[in-house]
Each structure stands twice: as structure tokens, then as C-alpha cells.
């Protein structure tokens, strides 16, 4: 018997209630640890298998199937190399209406309720036709933007990749004024870089996260008459700026 519970300590108690016996007398493996994850996104309860003492487990339908699978390795060869000649269409982006937005609102209060951040959804709206706008403020904001930013790249590209799979929109997400902050300073930044232009190559610092997009759309409208590339390395995302025709 296979029982499902948010910790060990209960899934344990919940095998002895229903064989109705002492934990003692039970044989017991674990095929899942809890996880709580982070904030909420993969949390994972406890998940145990559970016989009476002198029983043996059920044989898994994996195990039983490997000695057919090992006879196949040609098949399973042919297979993986008529999928490598496959190609990958991708799929058009969804378009945005307000259906959309409350779910993803509701789902989102959903998910900071269970973070224990004293944070609340104050927005979410039609970005444009393909992209949805999010902003999350409250008492935590600090907490969740973290040192320079870290813990608010961590939220944002697992909140970026949840609504690009169930969706498949984009997002700007906003916790406080922090991508406002960033957005600015990402102003500064090009400011300079077009005050020091002479027709020449640009190589930015790398950018990454939600700032990568922030600074490729600023730098192509400061940049009209020039082709813009991006290119990722070990640091992040860096926009290369050709030189000017």
C-alpha cells in the first residue's frame, strides 16, 4: 500500500491507523522525502510503500519491464535518431484577456499564502497582447528581492516559466518599485553608452533575468539604425551593438 502524507511523521501514523497496528510491525520504504520547496513552487509530500512484517513489497512495474527494454536497444537507438531529425516548431504566443489575469492572480495569492511572506498581489493586468503584467508588494518586498537582486531573479524566472508553460505569455513582473529601479538605472546605462558612441562595435555588461529583454528593447529604440545581437556567456546575456553602416 502506497500512502501520501505532507511529512514522514504522518505518512507513518497514517500507515499504523490504517493496517491498525504499531508502527513497529509494519515493513516500511520511503520512495518519496518531503520537500517544501520554495515558496511553495516544488513542494513535495512524503510517500511511502507499506507491508506487514514477514510480507515483501510488490514488484514495481518499472523493474519488471527493464529486461524488455534491455532486448531493444536498437529500436530505442532508431528512435531517439528519427527524433533528432524532428523539427521543433514553436508555438505562437497566447493572447492575454482577463479571464487569464484573475486565474493567474488567484494563483499567485494562492502561492504567497503558503510562503509565509507577509506580501500581497496588488496587480495584475494586459501588459500588451502577448504579456502579462504582475507586481507584488508588501511588508517582505525586501525579503523576496534579496541581496542585489538574487532572490527576486530566482522568483521571477519561476514565475516567467509557469506562465510561458501553462499560457505561454510573457511577463514583466514587478515586486515594489524594484524593476522600476533597475529599469531606470538600465537608462543610465545605455545614456552613457549612446553619449560615448562613434560608430563603433558595443559590447554591453552582461544582463540576465527579466532585465535581458529591458535592455534589448531600450537599446534597439537608441539605437534605430543598428543591427542587435545577444549573446549568452558564463555571467549572463551581453547585447552587442554592430557598427554603424
Known amino acids: 500500500m502506497k500512502i501520501e502524507a505532507i511529512n514522514l511523521t504522518q505518512a507513518y501514523q497514517k500507515a499504523a491507523d490504517e493496517f491498525g ?3 513497529t510491525e509494519l515493513n516500511i520504504r520511503v520512495i518519496q522525502q518531503p520537500s517544501s520547496g520554495f515558496l511553495g513552487f516544488f513542494k513535495k509530500n512524503a510517500i511511502i510503500e507499506v507491508v506487514k512484517k514477514g510480507e515483501k513489497f510488490p514488484q514495481s512495474e518499472n523493474l519488471s519491464q527493464k ?3 534491455e532486448k531493444k536497444p536498437q529500436n530505442s ?7 533528432s531529425h524532428k523539427v521543433r516548431k514553436e508555438k505562437p504566443k497566447a493572447t492575454i484577456n482577463d479571464e487569464i489575469c484573475k486565474d493567474i492572480e488567484q494563483k499567485i495569492t494562492n ?3 503558503q510562503s ?11 501588459h500588451d497582447e502577448n504579456s502579462v503584467y504582475i507586481k507584488i508588494d508588501g511588508d517582505d518586498s525586501a525579503l523576496l528581492i534579496g541581496k542585489e537582486g538574487h532572490r527576486y531573479k530566482a522568483f521571477s524566472y519561476m514565475i516567467y516559466n509557469w506562465i510561458s508553460m501553462k499560457y505561454n ?3 514583466v513582473f514587478e515586486v515594489a518599485e524594484f524593476l522600476q529601479n533597475q529599469s531606470k538605472h538600465i537608462d543610465s546605462y545605455i545614456g552613457a553608452l549612446r ?6 562595435k558595443i559590447v554591453t555588461k552582461p544582463f540576465d533575468g527579466a532585465f535581458v529583454k529591458i535592455a534589448s528593447d531600450k537599446i534597439k529604440e537608441s539605437f534605430p539604425d ?3 545581437g545577444i549573446k549568452s556567456t558564463r555571467n549572463g546575456k551581453i547585447i552587442i551593438i554592430d557598427e554603424k553602416n
Open 21 to 23: 497496528c504499531s508502527i
Open 67 to 69: 529486461p524488455n527494454d
Open 77 to 83: 537507438q532508431k528512435t531517439r535518431s528519427a527524433n
Open 111 to 113: 502561492l504567497i499564502a
Open 116 to 126: 509565509g511572506f507577509n506580501l500581497s498581489v496588488c496587480e495584475v493586468k494586459i
Open 169 to 171: 505569455l510573457s511577463v
Open 195 to 200: 553619449a560615448n558612441a562613434n560608430g563603433s
Open 226 to 228: 543598428r543591427t542587435i
